[in-house]
Antibody, heavy 116, light 107 residues
Framework: EVQLVESGGGLVQPGGSLRLSCAASGFTFNTYGMNWVRQAPGKGLEWVSYARDGRNTAYADSVRGRFTISRDDAKNSLYLQMNSLRAEDTAVYYC??????????WGKGTTVTVSS | EIVLTQFPATLSLSPGERATLSCRASQSVSSDLAWHQQKPGQAPRLLIYDASNRATGVPARFSGSGSGTDFTLTISGLEPEDSAVYYCQQRSNWPLTFGGGTKVEIK
């Protein structure tokens, strides 16, 4: 069964940092691009970042320079390092598999709350 | 950035009726459009890709059409479990973008 399991969410103060992880199973991880997509409370979906490999990455303008995506293909894992967090980063963060740039498999999400 | 506008914002229909959801792109995305379904408290799920192809396991009552800037998701014969928010997503240009969603309510 194809599965994505996020972890690492929590409550953090403005300006703080958090590292999200995503464990993938059931497919050949190193052959797929991967995304992070977020959803603020009561809002729609927002694409955050993409990684095909260590060099082929992309970021939304809203997070560029603050967030860093990475992956460890040996561990079938995707990460999102989030620095300088703001209240507007509060959201559920989904790890999503990418097939031809469509989001075809979604994890259940991990919740990040930025508040003092 | 390509902006996707979905309408209506909310659709309230009875079981068995047909639902027609629209997604309009601010510039042509060819057929590079997907539809996702998100039920309350759940993660989204891919329904349609390449504007008209159903993803694995998606019931035949879901169909997509359109190209360029105007797209439609049709649900023929609504079931109670179709109550959800539906999002369109384009892959034509970076950044990847989503529409604001259409909420389908079953009376």
């Amino acid at each position: 069964e194809v599965q994505l399991v996020e972890s690492g969410g929590g409550l953090v103060q403005p300006g703080g940092s958090l590292r999200l992880s995503c464990a993938a199973s059931g497919f050949t991880f190193n052959t797929y691009g991967m995304n992070w997509v977020r959803q603020a409370p009561g809002k729609g979906l927002e694409w955050v970042s993409y990684a095909r490999d260590g060099r082929n990455t992309a970021y939304a303008d809203s997070v560029r320079g603050r967030f860093t995506i990475s992956r460890d293909d040996a561990k079938n894992s995707l990460y999102l390092q989030m620095n300088s967090l703001r209240a507007e980063d509060t959201a559920v963060y989904y790890c999503v598999r990418n097939t031809r740039y469509y989001m075809d498999v979604w994890g259940k999400g991990t919740t990040v709350t930025v508040s003092s | 950035e390509i902006v996707l506008t979905q309408f209506p914002a909310t659709l309230s229909l009875s079981p068995g009726e047909r639902a027609t959801l629209s997604c309009r792109a601010s510039q042509s995305v060819s057929s590079d459009l997907a539809w996702h379904q998100q039920k309350p408290g759940q993660a989204p799920r891919l329904l349609i890709y390449d504007a008209s192809n159903r993803a694995t396991g998606v019931p035949a009552r879901f169909s997509g059409s359109g190209s360029g800037t105007d797209f439609t998701l049709t649900i023929s014969g609504l079931e109670p479990e179709d109550s959800a928010v539906y999002y369109c997503q384009q892959r034509s240009n970076w950044p990847l973008t989503f529409g604001g969603g259409t909420k389908v309510e079953i009376k």
